[in-house]
């Protein structure tokens, strides 16, 4: 099949790639359950240092000027970067 002249490859699903996807997901929540302390302690620590929240929110507009969702980013960037 294809789409504007691009091929569209077809899914391929197997015992094997869903017991990958199930070990993928099932680590990826084991390992954010065990970084969590260490990211609420990052969190307090930019609380401490600087000014504000420690995540910075922007209105951003977007296609055909919609307002998507607020960009959420670490306020120590927008500070580096003399916003």
Known sequence: MTTANIAVPKLRVSPNSLVKRGVD??????????????????????????EGPALFRQKRIGKDGEIPEHANRCSSLCEKSGW
């Open 25 to 50: 997901i099932a680590g990826s929540s084991v390992m954010l359950i065990i970084c969590a302390p260490l990211f609420a302690v990052v969190a307090a620590l930019i609380k401490l240092d600087s």
